[in-house]
C-alpha cells in the first residue's frame, strides 16, 4: 500500500520548452502532496507544498510562475516547468501523505530526470 | 528551526558487517523521525520511522531508537548485504507537516 508514481519517469526537452510531470498516490487520497528538487549526490530541496483544491504554497526562493503546481484531486498533482532552460536539469521527486496512515508519513514517487537541453 | 545532521559518507564496509549511521536532530516539539532509502536513480523509500521518545523504528533488520535525551535516531544493522547499497536519508516532521532531511549517507557494501 501507500504507492506514489511519477510519470514520465525521464524527460529530455529542449531549452524554452515546457514540461509537465505527474505525481499520483495511486491507492491511497492525498490532500497534500510536496514537490522536491535533488542535485546530484545532494538531499532533497523542498520547492513547494501542494494542497488539493488550493493554491501551493512555495518555498523562499523558488520561482512559482515558473514552477507551476495544480493538484486537481486527492490522487493528481501535477508541476509544469516552464520554458525550461538547462539549469532547470535536476531530478524531481513527489511525495504525499495518506490520510489513512496518520498526518506525519510522506510516501515518495520514483522521480522524474529532467534534462533540458 | 529545525536541523538534522547525519554522518557524512561515503561509509565502505565488508559483507556481513555491523553498519551504524549517526543521526543527531533539532527540534521543536516532539517531531516524528525517519530513515528512508535511496536506490541509485530512484526516489524514496520509507525504510522505518519512530513517532515517540524510546519507540524503536525496524524493518528488513535495521533499527533505529528514537533518543529524546540525546536528541539522536541512530540507523543499525547487525550484517549488511550487498544490496544495502544505497543512500540513507535521516529526516523528521515538524510543523506543517514539512520534511527535514539530513544530506545523506551512501553505503557501499563490498563482498
Partial sequence: GAVVSQHPSWVICKSGT??????????????????????????????ATSNEGSK???????????????????????????????????FYICSAISMAAGSDTQYFGPGTRLTVL | GNSVTQMEGPVTLSEEAFLT???????TGYPSLFWYVQYPGEGLQLLLKATKADDKGSNKGFEATYRKETTSFHLEKGSV???????????????????????????????
Fill in chain 1, 18 to 47: 515546457s514540461v509537465k510531470i505527474e505525481c499520483r498516490s495511486l491507492d491511497f487520497q492525498a490532500t497534500t502532496m510536496f514537490w522536491y528538487r535533488q542535485f546530484p549526490k545532494q538531499s532533497l530541496m523542498l520547492m
Fill in chain 2, 81 to 111: 548485504q550487498v544490496s544495502d547499497s544505497a543512500v540513507y536519508f535521516c529526516a523528521l516532521t515538524g510543523g506543517y507537516q514539512k520534511v527535514t532531511f539530513g544530506t545523506g549517507t551512501k553505503l557501499q557494501v563490498i563482498p
Fill in chain 2, 21 to 27: 549511521i549517526n543521526c543527531t536532530y533539532t527540534a
Fill in chain 1, 56 to 90: 501551493a504554497t512555495y518555498e523562499q526562493g523558488v520561482e512559482k510562475d515558473k514552477f507551476l503546481i495544480n493538484h486537481a484531486s486527492l490522487t493528481l498533482s501535477t508541476l509544469t516547468v516552464t520554458s525550461a532552460h538547462p539549469e532547470d536539469s535536476s
